[in-house]
């Protein structure tokens, strides 16, 4: 063997090191579309789409429904990595993003831009083939607000988060307009909850880093003093009253009434007391435990919601003579 091979040989990566490679490139792909923000969206889109179409599960149209979650899931990955482009340079500043794939330096931009744009268009065109146009209009409108809205409004006002909450709470409408095709009063409620739900769940996170959104240039929060322990007052305590206040709503489809808009009711004044803790002690404690609940509550809300409709389904098919 020539000493050229022997140098050629000890330069080349080992078949052990290109797979490690190749599963580094995967995982940072895969980074790059926020998985754990899909898992809410999906679970949101899932909950609209069974309310709009609430059926017993043998007529349940459940290819349609994996259809939409499928579309869904490409737009809002496609949506996700376009914003970690958009934002490279400030994600390099702040210590909880330094480390996202493209803000390490991991890939290329041209390379991140054209896997978000792809993702984005397989998605809407997914959307329109496997369910209907109204899903995916519904998508498109929700990126394009998300990417040309909210994420530059990021750093040039805190009202940003108001703009941001209107593409955040689409999902839901995504589902429900997969189910039927159109978007009933039902379905606005739906909308309206996770309106106003995103608020205290982003007040907690934007007190948490707040250092480091100051430190890469975001305006999320106003200024330290008086004006921003207003504004984080407001942002967490008028959307928990109004989430309060829209519990009587929340019965939809086959739901008993009374039984719904209580549970709905008690949740929401689990969540508002969280809320009122954060805004008296204002402490990173106290906006971690406001972060959870606010998880907790999503999950609770909309599990309570189908497993009452699945319930008056079937109180509904058992009460109808053979």
Known sequence: MSGQSIVTEQLAPSRSQEGRFAGSTLSDYWALTKPEVNFLI????????????????????????????????????????????????????????????????????????????????????YLVVAVNLLASLLAVLTLLSYLFFYTPLKRKTPLCTLVGAFPGAMPPLIGWAGASGKLSFEAWVLYALLFLWQFPHFMAIAWMYRDDYDRAGYLV???????????????????????????????????????????????????????AQFVVRRTNSAARQLLTASIINLLSLFIWMVFLTVGGLAGTVASKPW
């Not at 007052?233 to 739901?255: D, E, I, K, M, Y």
């Open 221 to 275: 929060l106003p200024p330290e003093g008086p004006a921003r322990d207003r504004f984080v007052n407001f942002q967490t305590l008028w959307p928990l009253s109004g989430l309060v206040a829209l519990s009587p709503l929340s019965a939809l489809g086959g739901q008993p009434f009374l039984l719904c808009g209580i549970g709905v009711f008690l949740l929401n004044l689990g969540f508002f007391c969280c809320g």
């Open 42 to 125: 999906l679970i949101t889109t899932g909950v609209g789409f069974y309310l709009g179409r609430a059926a017993p599960w043998r007529d349940f149209p459940s290819l349609l429904m994996i259809h939409t979650l499928v579309g869904t899931l490409l737009v809002a990955s496609g949506t996700g990595t376009l914003n970690q482009y958009i934002e490279r340079r400030f994600d390099a500043q702040m210590r909880r993003t330094a480390r996202r794939p493209l803000a390490a330096g991991r890939l290329k931009p041209s390379a991140v831009l054209w896997f978000g744009t792809a993702l984005s268009l397989i998605g809407s065109v």
